[in-house]
């Protein structure tokens, strides 16, 4: 039998996805499963994207450019000089989804044996990605009990060797949520520019910052803004994962000459999301307040539901719409496989994606797991009465 690639072998399982067959087990036994492990809303996606999808009257659905439609590109400048990001129309290339972003950003920027650090917990992808590169993460662990607080700068520099090609942040963070500071945003700008370094910066959930503090964008930060490689989906913020729709935005010429290469090579982002998405922009403020307070009110629900959870602690949240929950388990992932195989309340059960996924560090998330408030606040209520009457019965419990 051939031998499969190493490459392969090394691939990281989804944490987010890899107990989804016994979660179908669940359902099929006839037990309703709450899905708390994605980032998959139930809000209803904007009815501009909707009904643009209902009036495509094209005869062919043809390639498009590689680098994307350019009216949605011009649609997408408007929309990121609403938030003070300066960038023209030939900065930003649209991507399948903003996984595609990141892989193409890798690929275009990291050789292999090239290093990246990132705090974690981080995006289980993240590691996928490098791994499809050739490249390596370097993580620098932040913990639950500084809230996932950036680690000290120090922590990083230590890290830099002359592999280090760049240093990736998610600002909001998945999976804990956490909303970096400027002070902190300038501590990375200052050594990114030290050091020569690509800025990858993740910011998918800009729309969805839950504090008095200003959403800073990497491309806020003076002095660095051809070194930045911003990462951005339209999945979240309009409730649309499913048209694969993201992008890429760079100032760096050459990269752009680059990640061209690799869009020309896949040939081109999906017509029917391009549309959707372009439409989906023009969508009114009013559906965009209702689905931010949607989601300050699942937030501050679930926190306070979990954090009366004998043995369960959660920092708030400051931004996205995930949380990571420590639990009186033994360990996280054999809890979750437990409460899909084993355990119901009432023919119900929970699927959480155990945090151990978004770590590098061996250890560290074993008691773990990461929320996402996706659903409305009665299905929460059932998740969390479910969990409670879930760590009482199981064998593992810790207290």
């Known amino acids: 039998m051939p031998k499969v690639s190493e490459r392969g072998t090394l691939m990281p399982a989804s944490p987010i996805r890899r107990l989804a067959p016994l979660a179908s087990e669940a359902k099929e036994r006839g037990i309703n499963v709450f899905y708390l492990n994605i980032g998959q809303p139930d809000l ?19 390639y498009s450019p ?15 000089h609403r938030f003070n990001i300066d960038v023209d129309v030939d900065d930003i290339i649209v991507t399948a989804g903003g996984s595609e972003a990141v892989l193409f950003a890798f690929l275009a920027c990291l050789d292999p044996g090239d290093e990246i650090i990132v705090p974690e917990p981080a995006y289980a992808n993240y590691m996928a990605f490098a791994i499809s590169a050739g490249a390596k993460i370097i993580t620098v662990p932040s913990t639950i009990d500084d809230g996932f607080s950036l680690p000290p700068v120090e922590k990083f520099e230590e890290l830099i060797t002359p592999r280090t090609k760049g240093i990736l942040i998610c600002n909001p963070n998945n999976p804990t949520g956490y909303l ?4 902190e945003m300038l501590q990375i700008r200052d050594l990114v520019k030290k050091y020569d370094l690509f800025l990858f910066s993740d910011e998918v959930y800009r729309e969805f910052c839950y504090t008095g503090a200003p959403y800073i964008s990497a491309f806020h930060l003076p002095g660095v803004e051809e070194q930045v490689v911003l990462i951005d989906s339209v999945s979240k913020r309009y409730n649309e994962c499913g048209i694969r729709i993201g992008a890429l935005i760079t100032k760096h010429p050459e990269l752009k000459k680059n990640i061209m290469k690799f869009c020309q090579a896949r040939l081109s982002p999906p017509l029917l999301g391009q549309i959707v998405a372009e439409a989906s922009i023009d969508t009114s403020p009013g559906y965009m307040l209702e689905t931010y307070n949607e989601y300050v009110e699942r937030r501050k629900f679930l926190i306070d539901q979990l954090n009366k959870i004998p043995g369960c602690y959660t920092p708030i949240p400051m931004g996205a719409f995930y949380t990571v929950v420590k639990l009186p388990v033994d360990d996280a992932d054999r809890f979750c496989e437990w409460c899909l195989r084993d355990f119901n309340l009432n023919g119900d059960t929970i699927f959480m994606a155990p945090a151990s996924g978004f770590y590098t560090s061996s250890g560290m998330g074993h008691d773990e797991v990461r929320m996402a408030y996706v659903l409305k606040k009665e ?21």
């Not at 590689?66 to 990121?80: A, I, N, P």
């Open 180 to 183: 970096y500071t400027m002070k």
């Open 379 to 399: 299905d929460l209520a059932r998740a969390m009465k479910v969990l409670a009457a879930a760590l009482q019965a199981y064998p593992g419990r810790t207290i």
């Open 66 to 80: 590689s680098d994307g439609l350019l009216s949605l590109r011009c649609k997408l400048k408007e929309y990121y």
């Open 44 to 62: 209803p996606t904007p009815p501009e994207g909707l009904e643009a999808l209902r009036r495509i009257d094209r005869t062919v659905l043809e």
